[in-house]
């Protein structure tokens, strides 16, 4: 590091108050903090927003819907990014910023809602992994050996091995590359397979069915979506690894993500929806026809990104746990697999 940017990181170490944590901190450029963002964004769920956004919608709801989000999100982001710092510390939780600005009671609501929210996502990149890997197996005729109870128990154990292979997130690094080419393979193949399937379709249809009451609660479902589509529910936490300036950094994976991120959530939403209507599946690879390897490769891309994806939302967890019980380094060590600080360890240890 030159002498003037090493002045300028320890000046601002001076001035901004960063909170003990046992994972790293300013450590990771912008670009790996967008990079972040965008698996997020065009993680497995994409493959379903076809069927559950703009099947509920329609064309003018699906997109005006889209559109709206994506503005919003953008905002609320920047805005969430730009607090990072608030009051000479910077908040590296949610629940931390959600605290200093609202006072104690906010930190338990942020606290509680927020790992609601990770637990779900979590839990829905369990049953897309599983489901990825039993259409995988469906391909070549095996759906009924494995069930798809057995495939979500192998994404599991798969989620288990990479979480103790990756202590926290700025160790991802390479495994973003891989995530970005994961995710292309299966958006890619599922447009392709799809626009094919649309130009050799009869004219479908794009109309809303269903009862009024049943409407009102899929548009309410398909509006969730669209909140989640754009939002990790983490954005401090991800904005913590970023070097500093942290906000003037962040800014700038928001904007990537915004932009170029964005581009193959929306082509795979919209072709989706254009090839196959009212008919268009919650999991697009199921409407898909073509070359079982190729729908193979698909699937298993699509089961191999849900594990790295579900890596990034578990990690506020696994700061919290590292946090409290100073778990550090390998996480087979033996004070680690114990959960004993690891102060006191090292004092069982000298014994």
Not at 145 to 164: D, E, Q, R, S
Not at 170 to 197: E, F, H, N, Q
Not at 203 to 212: L, T, V
Request: glycine share 8%.
């Amino acid at each position: 590091m030159i002498p003037e940017a090493r002045n300028e990181a320890e000046d601002y170490m001076l001035t901004v108050e960063v909170p003990e944590t046992a994972h790293a901190v300013s450590t990771d450029s912008w670009l790996q903090a967008s990079f972040v963002l965008t698996t997020g964004v065009n993680s497995v769920f994409v493959l379903g927003y076809s069927g559950t956004i703009m099947v509920p919608l329609g064309w003018i709801g699906g997109i005006v819907g889209l559109m709206l989000a994506t503005i919003v999100s953008l905002n609320a982001n920047i805005l969430v990014a730009k607090l990072h710092e608030h009051g000479g510390k910077r908040h590296i939780r949610y629940r931390d910023l959600a605290a200093q600005i609202y006072g104690r009671r906010a930190y338990t609501i942020t606290l509680a809602t927020q790992y609601v929210n990770l637990f779900m996502i979590n839990i829905g990149f369990l049953i897309l992994g599983g489901s990825a890997l039993k259409a995988c197996f469906a391909v070549f005729n095996y759906e009924h050996t494995m069930k798809l109870p057995y495939c979500i128990a192998i994404t599991g154990f798969a989620c288990a091995l990479f979480a103790i292979s990756i202590p926290h997130l700025s160790a991802l690094r390479v495994w973003l590359g891989c995530s970005t080419v994961l995710g292309l393979i299966y958006i890619i193949v599922a447009c392709v397979l799809a626009a094919k399937d649309g130009i050799n379709a009869p004219p479908r249809d794009y109309r809303i069915h269903g009862k009024s009451s049943s409407r009102i609660f899929t548009t309410i479902g398909a509006s969730a979506n669209l909140v989640f589509a754009f939002n990790t529910g983490m954005l401090p936490e991800i904005q913590a690894t970023v070097r500093e300036p942290a906000v003037r950094n962040m800014l700038k994976a928001l904007y990537f993500q915004f932009t170029v991120g964005v581009v193959p959530m929306f082509a795979i939403t919209f072709i989706g929806y254009w090839a196959y209507g009212a008919e268009t599946s919650t999991y697009l690879l199921n409407s898909v026809s073509g070359p079982l390897w190729i729908k193979a490769s698909a699937n298993i891309s699509a089961f191999l990104q849900s594990i790295i994806c579900l890596h990034i939302f578990a990690s506020p967890t696994y700061e919290y746990l590292d946090t409290k019980f100073g778990i550090r380094g390998s996480a087979l060590q033996l004070n680690n697999l114990s959960f004993v600080d690891s102060k006191q360890y090292h004092v069982f240890a000298d014994l």
